[in-house]
């Protein structure tokens, strides 16, 4: 049995690693009311959006949209990671590096060209070393610290130009959707082709709404400046941009969800683990207490 002194020490050292994930817990109770609300605010830009983008191609031939074609085969793809910096968050990084080598190992043999782009730190490093898919960018440094609209642009950027130059056939995003503190799931994402996004348009860039539908479109009057097709040239990519936007503030509540979860659990297993090892502790203190007395007792006898 450890000896006394052992037994505080461990115990001082239990309370203080609780201390730790007690206010762990805290800082991501408070960062992940930011990033709930972050996500619930951009759901009504998003379907505002989506609606402006279908009455474009109802209004107008936007088949022929750069973004909005279908490679009849599609050999070159590109999968974009997202994942966190940091880890005490549970299997929140493990899952998404699982589903990504699920993904690798299942399409590897199907395309000429895969491009992996990462997102956080946590997958990078997993997944740096893996053989056949190519490392095109890796924003590990800093990436988390910009605004989330920032690091959304500075990806989608080039992404966009290279699909539009047709040296890109899909796009693909694998992040985190946030249903509850304790419930996160990975969820694979199409971002390019845009039909992926906007779901009442068909593989061509055709509208897919019905006749009343369009009618009830057309009804509605809106006044596009300068031309539909130029405004087409700006929303699309911004809509593609939106996606993504999207994808990081799931992730990042999810990150934060499942920090406060895996800091909650560690805390209940402290307090748990500080109550044993003082009963432990004065299981030991009175078997010491016992000991002296029988040590007394037999020296006065033996007098």
């Known amino acids: 049995m450890a000896n006394l002194k052992q037994i505080r020490k461990h115990i001082d050292s239990v309370k203080n690693t609780g201390k730790i994930t007690g206010a762990m817990k805290m800082v991501a109770v408070s960062k992940l009311r ?3 609300a972050a996500v619930v605010a951009t759901r009504p830009y998003v379907d505002g959006l989506i609606n402006v983008i279908e009455h474009l191609i109802v209004k107008t031939d936007a088949s022929q949209h750069p973004l909005l074609r279908n490679p009849a085969e599609k050999k070159r793809i590109s999968l974009i990671v997202i994942s966190g910096d940091k880890g005490l968050c549970g299997a929140y990084n493990h899952n998404i590096v699982k589903s ?7 399409r590897i043999d199907k395309y000429d060209h895969l491009d992996l782009i990462f997102v956080g730190r946590k997958a990078y490093e997993a997944m740096r070393r893996v053989e056949g898919p190519k490392i095109r960018k890796a924003l ?3 990436a988390w610290e910009k605004p989330t609209s920032e690091l959304a642009r500075q990806i989608t950027k080039e992404m966009c ?3 539009e130059a047709d040296e890109m056939d899909e796009v693909f995003v694998l992040y985190t959707v946030f249903k509850s503190a304790i419930a996160q799931s990975v969820v694979l994402d199409a971002v390019l082709p845009l039909q ?3 779901t009442n348009c068909d593989a061509e860039g055709h509208s897919l709404l019905s006749e009343d539908e369009k009618a009830s479109l057309d009804s509605t009057s809106y006044i596009y400046e300068p031309s539909n097709h130029e ?3 700006v929303i699309l990519p911004r809509a593609v941009m939106i996606h993504v936007q999207r994808s990081l503030l799931e992730s990042s509540a999810s990150e934060h969800g499942a920090r406060m979860t895996a800091m909650d659990n560690a805390s209940k297993n402290a307090t748990e683990m500080i109550s044993k090892l003082t009963l ?3 299981r030991a203190r009175q078997a010491a207490i016992t000991t002296e007395l029988i040590e007394v007792v037999s020296g006065a006898e033996a007098l």
Do not use: P, T
């Open 231 to 233: 405004i087409l040239d």
């Open 161 to 163: 130009e290279r699909f």
């Open 196 to 198: 992926s996004i906007i």
């Open 100 to 106: 990504a080598r699920r993904f690798i190992d299942e």
């Open 140 to 142: 590990v440094e800093g």
């Open 34 to 36: 930011k990033s709930q």
């Open 280 to 282: 432990q502790y004065n």
